[in-house]
């Protein structure tokens, strides 16, 4: 069996272990008592016809990460062109207090990652291999806590072995098993750089070795933090294969490969809007909302978005309207 534990990475916020007073302290300096009004004057586009949520007022809230920062303004502009009042809270610390803030109803709504959720929140050691199976499950599992799980965006944020363009027009690689093959064929052609974390957990490269039958020597791997993964990758020079996010927007920017997880070892990570059980219950036409716009949002959508922000230094905001502007989600007033 795989126990999988929370990676310490933008995607998951380093999500940390608390319990009783600590958990409350950190949920009281999060700033779920404060918040800002969201000012745009936004418009109905293709969503929100006849401004449906007219009257109410909505929380929204976010992880401190650029991608799930950029996921909920893009909830709070579908929210207010269809009518609503909405407060801005995103850009809590951490994994626990935007998932307490949901589940306790200090915020009506997030995106949230399946994986994540039904790993870490629930407690469960083994993945569901198919996406829509694992959010199922985790929809029926989650409705106790009061959240309810609309349906899932293509979008996964998980791990994947990045490599240049350079190096991959001589090796051809495509998928893990490619990696595994290239390993036994020549082992000293397959360098890796990953973060310390990644190398030592059987959720990465222990058990990513395991799945795939193969042993990368100890002195081909070099450990280093994340962001300079992409750079050495990149670069060519340190490391023929890298630890990486599959939405990281400096994949496109560094015109990266990635390769397939041929095996399903790694669990899925799809982003899905999580809401608040009473908030849908009062206003339901939230999920007709968000539907069109969740399957919009692909694994290649979220690099695009992220690059906006972590490699031109955009505004998440503004990148999110940015593009529900484009989609003709919604239009400026």
């Given at each position: 069996m795989r126990t999988f534990r929370v990676r310490a990475a933008a995607?998951?916020?380093?999500?940390?272990?608390?319990?009783?007073?600590?958990?409350?302290?950190?949920?009281?300096?999060?700033?779920?008592k404060s918040g800002s009004p969201m000012a745009?004057?936004?418009?109905?586009?293709?969503?929100?016809?006849?401004?449906?949520?007219?009257?109410?007022?909505?929380?929204?809230?976010?992880?401190?990460?650029?991608?799930?920062?950029?996921?909920?303004?893009?909830?709070?502009?579908?929210?207010?062109?269809?009518?609503?009042?909405?407060?801005?809270?995103?850009?809590?610390?951490?994994?626990?207090?935007?998932?307490?803030a949901i589940r306790k109803g200090d915020a009506d709504a997030m995106y949230e990652y399946t994986g994540t959720a039904w790993?870490?929140?629930?407690?469960?050691?083994?993945?569901?291999?198919?996406?829509?199976?694992?959010?199922?499950?985790?929809?029926a599992a989650d409705a106790k806590n009061g959240v309810v799980w609309l349906p899932p965006a293509t979008l996964n944020n998980t791990y994947t072995l990045a490599i240049s363009k350079k190096n991959n027009a001589k090796?051809?690689?495509?998928?893990?098993?490619?990696?595994?093959?290239?390993?036994?064929?020549?082992?000293?052609?397959?360098?890796?750089?990953?973060?310390?974390e990644f190398a030592?957990?059987?959720?990465?490269?222990?058990?990513?070795?395991?799945?795939?039958?193969?042993?990368?020597?100890a002195g081909n791997i070099r450990k280093m933090d994340a962001g300079i993964i992409y750079t050495q990758v990149s670069k060519s020079e340190s490391c023929l294969l890298g630890e990486a996010f599959t939405t990281d927007g400096r994949i496109r920017a560094m015109d990266l490969d990635t390769l397939t997880d041929d095996r399903r070892f790694f669990p899925n990570y799809n982003a899905a809007p999580a809401v608040n059980a009473k908030?849908?219950?009062?206003f339901p036409v939230i999920a007709e909302l968000l539907a069109p716009v969740t399957a919009k949002?692909?694994?290649?959508?979220?690099?695009?978005?992220?690059?906006?922000?972590?490699v031109?230094?955009?505004?998440p905001h503004a990148v999110a309207k940015d593009w529900l502007l484009k989609e003709g989600f919604i239009k400026e007033g």
């Open positions: 995607r998951t916020a380093a999500v940390a272990v608390l319990a009783g007073p600590v958990l409350a302290l950190v949920l009281a300096g999060c700033g779920l745009d004057d936004v418009q109905p586009g293709s969503v929100g016809q006849g401004r449906p949520l007219e009257g109410a007022s909505l929380t929204i809230t976010s992880k401190n990460f650029s991608e799930n920062i950029v996921l909920g303004q893009i909830l709070g502009l579908v929210f207010k062109a269809a009518g609503a009042e909405v407060l801005d809270r995103t850009n809590l610390p951490g994994s626990i207090s935007a998932r307490e790993i870490t929140y629930l407690g469960n050691t083994e993945p569901i291999d198919d996406p829509r199976e694992q959010w199922a499950a985790l929809r090796y051809g690689l495509k998928t893990m098993s490619d990696v595994a093959r290239l390993a036994k064929e020549d082992p000293s052609a397959v360098t890796l750089c990953v973060e310390n030592a957990r059987e959720d990465g490269l222990p058990g990513l070795e395991k799945a795939y039958g193969m042993k990368i020597p908030t849908l219950a009062e949002l692909t694994t290649a959508v979220a690099q695009e978005l992220n690059a906006k922000v972590d031109e230094g955009q505004d």
